[in-house]
C-alpha cells in the first residue's frame, strides 16, 4: 500500500514571497490533516478536513496560510506571504477512521 | 485546554541497555495515548497507542508503553536498545481517538552510544 505522498521534499524562499505544498493522502482515507513542525516542538495541527469540508482551523492563521481539498482527494496548503517563522516541517496525514493517523516524509520550508 | 509533557528534551543510552521515556498528560479525562517516533527526514511512525483495556500495551521495533491512570503518564520502554532506535521520540494524546486532532508533546531525542 503506497503511503502519503508529499511535495516538494524542501522548499527555500525569501520572505513575502508565497509557496505551496501538494500532499496525496492514502487511497480511500477520507480524513486529512496539515500539521506544522517547528525545529524543537512537537506537530501542531494547521487544519483538518473529512473529504473535501473543512472539520478544524482553529490554529490556521488564515490572514495568510489557506489550504483546500478539491474531490476529497488531494490537498494543498499556500502560504502568501510567508514570514520567517513560517520555517518548519510541514506534515501531512490521513486517516481512514478514528484508530490512526499515517504521515507523510513532510516538506521542509526554510524562509530567508 | 489539554497538554502533553516530555521532560527530557536528550537522552543518551548505551546499546544493549534499557530505556524509559516519559510522558505526562494534563486533561479532565482520560484521553486516547500515542507515541510516535520520527527518524531524520522521516515523517512520524506509529509506535503503539492506547485507548482502553490493559493498561501495558506492546509495539513495534520491541516497544512497549504503560498507562498509569493515578499518574496521568504514558511511558515508553525498551529492555535492549539498538543503535538503528536512535530517532526523536513524541507522545501524543487525542480527545476521540487517533483519527482526530493530535496534541503532540516537544520531542525526546534518543542518542545510542555503541
Known amino acids: 500500500e503506497a503511503g502519503v505522498a508529499q511535495s516538494p521534499r524542501y522548499k527555500i524562499i525569501e520572505k513575502r514571497q508565497s509557496v505551496a505544498f501538494w500532499c496525496n493522502p492514502i487511497s480511500g482515507h477520507a480524513t486529512l490533516y496539515w500539521y506544522q513542525q517547528i525545529l524543537g516542538q512537537g506537530p501542531k495541527l494547521l487544519i483538518q478536513f473529512q473529504n473535501n469540508g473543512v472539520v478544524d482551523d482553529s490554529q490556521l492563521p488564515k490572514d495568510r496560510f489557506s489550504a483546500e481539498r478539491l474531490k476529497g482527494v488531494d490537498s494543498t496548503l499556500k502560504i502568501q506571504p510567508a514570514k520567517l517563522e513560517d520555517s518548519a516541517v510541514y506534515l501531512c496525514?490521513?486517516?481512514?477512521?478514528?484508530?490512526?493517523?499515517?504521515f507523510g516524509p513532510g516538506t521542509r520550508l526554510t524562509v530567508t | 485546554a489539554q497538554s502533553v509533557t516530555q521532560p527530557d528534551i536528550h537522552i543518551t543510552v548505551s546499546e544493549g541497555a534499557s530505556l524509559e521515556l516519559r510522558c505526562n498528560y494534563s486533561y479532565g479525562a482520560t484521553p486516547y495515548l500515542f507515541w510516535y517516533v520520527q527518524s531524520p527526514g522521516q515523517g512520524l511512525q506509529l509506535l503503539l497507542k492506547y485507548f482502553s483495556g490493559d493498561t501495558l500495551v506492546q509495539g513495534i521495533k520491541g516497544f512497549e508503553a504503560e498507562f498509569k491512570r493515578s499518574q496521568s503518564s504514558f511511558n515508553l520502554r525498551k529492555p535492549s536498545v539498538h543503535w538503528s532506535d536512535a530517532a526523536e521520540y513524541f507522545c501524543a494524546v487525542a480527545l476521540t481517538g487517533g483519527g482526530n486532532k493530535l496534541t503532540f508533546g516537544t520531542g525526546t531525542q534518543l542518542k545510542v552510544e555503541l
Open positions: 496525514a490521513s486517516s481512514p477512521d478514528a484508530a490512526q493517523q499515517y
